[in-house]
């Protein structure tokens, strides 16, 4: 949706202020600990843009609380296995050799939205070191959060989704869907004989840049939607609009021990 179109769906702007009352709508509350996945078009048109949406997130939740964004890099990722767009293979041993190694404090968020990339450059927020699946957090539980990744468990037992599950934390669907959804990769850990796959992607080594390969489950999305909505069949959901934008507000802990069982089904 162009900023045209926006303005012209909207009888006002978006604001701090009028996000913030839509945040309290929905059920946010001071000390929460959420998981937050945006998209600022839905919105309609916000006065501040990805900044006031932020500053209302923050005001709501206040330092005695933490958000957290997926900051991922997924371009950081082996060449054979990219889709969109697929490059010629014979450019695959190119990018290998000259993919900038990850740098949690320069490389750009791909494909999470310029709220999550507004996010990761706020003072005060901090993000995880893995290559391509980081997380950016602010807030009282930032540093336990975002204090360990292994890079072949990117979404499993010590990530920071692990982590959020510990903490009792929620899951903020801003205007999209569940195949946005990322704390379901962590029950994606749970299906039993899942296989692995080869991966790559740059990073730093003592230093040195090096193109680095490990194994790690192959994470799918394609039957999150499907899983949404069955959950939501089972389960009420806080669901108002923030802005002009549907907006969900999930327990995850209770999302991903249903999506464990779902998913073993489907795939086991």
């Known amino acids: 949706m162009s900023e045209e179109q926006s303005i012209k769906q909207m009888i006002k702007p978006n604001t701090r202020s ?77 990018i290998r050799e000259e993919m900038p190694a990850f740098d949690p404090n320069v490389t750009p968020v791909r494909g999470m939205g310029v709220i999550a990339e507004t996010f990761r450059k706020f003072p005060e927020v901090s993000r995880s070191n893995h290559p391509t699946y980081s997380f950016a957090a602010w807030g009282k539980e930032a540093g336990h959060i975002i204090s360990e990744q292994p890079l072949s468990a990117g979404f499993g037992s010590k990530s920071p989704l692990a982590k959020i599950y510990e903490l009792d934390g929620h899951i903020l669907l801003l205007g999209v869907g569940h195949d946005s959804n990322t704390s379901l990769h962590f029950a994606e850990h749970y299906i039993e004989d ?54 969900k507000l999930i327990g995850q802990r209770l999302m991903v021990d249903f999506a464990r069982d779902w998913l073993q089904k489907k795939n086991g």
């Not at 609380?65 to 014979?90: A, F, L």
């Open 194 to 247: 899942r296989e692995k796959v080869k991966k790559g992607t740059a990073m730093f080594e003592n230093g040195t840049r090096i193109w680095k390969t490990y194994k790690e489950i192959d994470y799918d999305s394609d039957q999150f939607e499907a899983l949404g909505k069955e959950f939501e069949d089972v389960y009420e959901v806080n669901c108002e609009n923030v802005g002009i934008a549907t907006s």
């Open 18 to 94: 009028s996000l913030h009352k839509d945040f309290l709508n929905l059920g946010l509350e001071k000390g929460m600990t959420v998981i937050v996945h945006t998209s600022l078009s839905s919105l309609g048109w916000v006065c501040g843009g990805p900044t006031a949406v932020i500053q209302a997130l923050m005001d709501i939740i206040g330092e005695e609380g933490t958000i957290v964004m997926p900051t991922q890099t997924p371009e950081n990722s082996d060449p054979s296995t990219w889709q969109m767009p697929p490059v010629p293979k014979d450019w695959w041993p190119i």
